[in-house]
């Protein structure tokens, strides 16, 4: 049997297999461009082409594609075979650097959100050296961007990058302010957990709701839920347990590092954390988790479900964002350190953090907007929708101080003086799992915990880094002028704390006095849906923010926000459109058939003894007759309230018709039939109840 170590990365075309397969000139070559971004030279991308391809086919490997991240959040891919005819009637397994680099794929059927003309359908795509390529199935994937002939970005990858970038250059100016002049570059880290259900596919199949929309529209409470808590890290289930078992080693091969399962909260759910990556790398990653954890699921007669809530009732899944700066000489910039110097460059990067979720707060709350995620955030269930941070007791207790100018009461008792005094050792292991904040500080990351889970997490990373340059870039304009560094610093960190002190919250994120006093005391945003956040996006503070750090063009923040208010606007109609058509084809016509045998058993007891009782027979048919007469109402009343959006001048008033009448109709619609399920026999009943599939993989 193979070992783990053996086969890691068997499938990744990483550092080891490039040292072993290319001269040593050619990897030098591609080193500089990976590590330092340095532009790469036709012959060495035909030495790499011809190594890659070598190795992919003998890996079994018939094809490449360019893999890509359009704006739909999933990945696309458009297979060529490397097949060549040559003069003796066989083929030759051709690939060049010019392939490898870039590619033309047909762009038309992706949404551009007004950035493509029609004419003009061509977009390229340009391989991003800095995720290794792989091999999935029978094909080389070869990570890249994905733009328009005009150059505009039209994937998520493009404005992560740039982000990345964004943040690199204002963190080095930091960093210089404090000496450190060896570092020569400051990379974002991300360790995405994911959370996901899995149930039968045999019953998936039978739910239309699920094929078409990926949640449960219909469902009564099972008898149970969540309730017990016994699910939670609870032992996981033998078919559960190959299943995780045969999704680890398809990662692992794919160099992907899944690191820790268990059981969430509510039952059928799981979670699977990755060891952290570089975020491009990482984003590249769960995106191929998620796509693989469905192939899987498929081979274990399984349905993974990555919708952030399938089932109403019982917990939703989100992703939690871990993520962390770092230089390439190996510090964590969110570590506090060991000298009074790193702990007051810790607490400027802190602060740069605290400024950043605090002024674009908007920005992080409609990075992670869906129509799917709107049904979590805010439900008592996953952080609610207004954006604040936690710091736990000790790290507070020190920006009090440092605030107020007083001794910080601490363990040691020291009085904050920055870049003079040592600041108390924090003691990373009690750091306090406030599990009710969006944006927790963990030690020596933040986690990000307002992601659904299926979004990519490429948007939430933009908005991060992105808003961080900016605070990192406004105290480099101001230090690097200042004559007394170490004042200006302490004014700096101290100026920030009260500005931005609004943002921090240690309490419970749950509870409703906390969103009272967030909104009204503390004048912090509250966002509860997507069509409220979204428009946001085109806020003259946030274009020019976005702008200025050349993350994306006013043209492309303008695309994004049409596609994602289209995109919310299409999720809601499909949901309803199939609503209507399960009520009306399938739930309305089995109550029917239920309502009959009733009414045939009553005339038949009434046809033996005239004095039998049949008032069960009576009250249920009553009750499921009125039923099915509503069901049909709240049919109509909803197929009419979709119909009427065609009416709507443009998205954003067409997402506010959705938020206000799509939705309400749909919960009346679903209200009536969920009661009707209760009271129709199981037999009858077209779909496998809440219990049946929550409870199915054993
Ligand atoms: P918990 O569920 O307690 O929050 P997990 O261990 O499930 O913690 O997940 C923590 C995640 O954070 C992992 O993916 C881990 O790799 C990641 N992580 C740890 N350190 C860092 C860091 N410095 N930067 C980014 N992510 C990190
Ligand atoms: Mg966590």
């Avoid at 498929?298 to 952030?308: D, Q, T």
Wanted: proline share 4%; aromatic share 8%.
């Amino acid at each position: 049997m193979k070992t783990l170590p053996t086969y890691f990365g068997s499938l990744v075309f990483d550092d080891r297999v490039m040292k072993a397969n290319l001269s040593a000139d050619v990897y030098r070559s591609l080193k500089k461009t990976i590590d330092e971004g340095a532009q790469l030279d036709i012959t060495v991308a035909n030495a790499v082409a011809a190594a890659m391809k070598d190795w992919a086919v003998a890996h079994g490997a018939t094809h490449y594609t360019h893999w890509f991240q359009p704006l739909t959040g999933i990945t696309a891919e458009k297979h060529d075979s490397f097949i060549s005819p040559s003069p003796d009637g066989g083929v030759i397994m051709d690939f060049s650097g010019k392939e490898l680099i870039k590619g033309e794929p047909d762009a038309s059927s992706f949404p551009s959100g007004g950035l493509r003309a029609t004419f003009e359908a061509r977009g390229y795509t340009a391989w991003d050296p800095t995720s290794y390529a792989f091999i999935k199935g029978k094909t080389l994937c070869i990570p890249t961007a994905f733009c328009s002939y005009g150059g505009e970005a039209l994937d998520k990858k493009t404005p992560l990058l740039r982000s990345m970038e964004a943040l690199n250059k204002q963190a080095l100016r930091i960093l210089k302010l404090f000496g450190n002049d060896t570092v020569k570059c400051v990379r974002t880290s991300v360790g995405p957990e994911q959370e996901y259900f899995l149930i039968t596919k045999e019953m998936y199949d039978q739910r239309p709701d699920l094929r078409f929309t990926g949640r449960t529209l219909f469902g009564a409470k099972p008898p149970k839920g969540q309730e017990m808590d016994d699910h939670y890290f609870g032992v996981i289930k033998p078919r559960v347990e190959a299943y995780m078992a045969d999704l680890n080693e398809e990662l692992w091969k794919l160099g992907i590092l899944a690191k820790t399962e268990h059981n969430e909260v509510a039952p059928a759910q799981h979670e699977l954390a990755p060891i952290y990556s570089t975020t491009n790398i990482a984003t590249d990653h769960n995106q191929l988790t998620m796509e693989i954890m469905q192939k899987v699921a498929e081979k274990h007669g399984l349905v993974c479900l990555l919708h952030e809530k399938p089932f109403a009732g019982v917990n939703g899944s989100g992703k939690h964002n871990n993520w962390s700066m770092a230089t390439d000489t190996g510090v964590n910039l969110l570590s506090p350190g060991e000298t009074p110097y790193e702990n007051a460059q810790f607490l400027l990067f802190l602060c740069a953090v605290i400024t950043a979720v605090d002024d674009y707060q908007d920005l992080l709350r409609l990075s992670v907007a869906t129509a799917g995620n709107d049904h979590r955030l805010g439900a008592n269930e996953a952080p609610p929708a207004v954006v604040s941070i936690f710091l736990g007791d000790e790290l507070n207790a020190v920006l009090e101080a440092i605030e107020n100018d007083t001794p910080y009461n601490g363990t040691e008792k020291t009085q904050m003086k920055l870049g003079v005094d040592v600041l108390p050792k924090f003691n990373r292991d009690t750091t306090d799992r406030n599990r009710t904040s969006p944006f927790a500080f963990t030690g020596n990351k933040f986690e990000f915990r307002m992601l659904g889970s299926s979004n990519s997490i490429a948007c939430a990373n933009i908005m991060l880094n992105s808003a961080v340059a900016e605070s990192l870039k406004t105290y480099a304009d101001s230090l690097e002028k200042a004559d007394d560094f170490e004042a200006a610093l302490h004014e700096t960190i101290q100026k920030t704390i009260k500005d931005h002190k609004r943002i921090i919250f240690n309490g419970n994120g749950y509870d409703d006095a906390w969103i009272k006093e967030a909104t009204e005391k503390r004048g912090l945003l509250n966002y509860r849906t997507t069509p409220d956040c979204m428009p946001h996006l085109l806020d003259k503070k946030n274009v020019d923010m976005l702008t200025a750090h050349g993350v994306y063009s006013e043209a492309e923040l303008q695309s994004r926000c049409e596609i994602m208010l289209e995109n919310y606007c299409k999720t809601v109609v499909i949901e309803a459109n199939t609503m209507v058509e399960m009520a009306k084809t399938q739930i309305a016509p089995a109550i029917e058939s239920y309502i009959l045998e009733l009414a045939q058993t009553a005339a038949a007891k009434k046809a033996l003894d005239q004095s039998l009782p049949c008032s069960y027979e009576t009250e249920t048919v009553k009750k499921l007759s009125a039923l099915t007469d509503t069901i049909a109402v709240k049919a109509k009343e909803l197929e009419d309230v979709v119909s009427s959006l065609a009416d709507k001048a443009d998205v954003v008033s067409e997402s506010y018709a959705i938020r206000d009448n799509v939705l309400a109709k749909m919960n009346e619609l679903r209200a009536a039939c969920d009661e009707a399920e209760t009271l129709t026999a199981k037999d009858y009943w077209p779909y496998p109840s809440y219990g049946d599939m929550l409870f199915s993989v054993r």
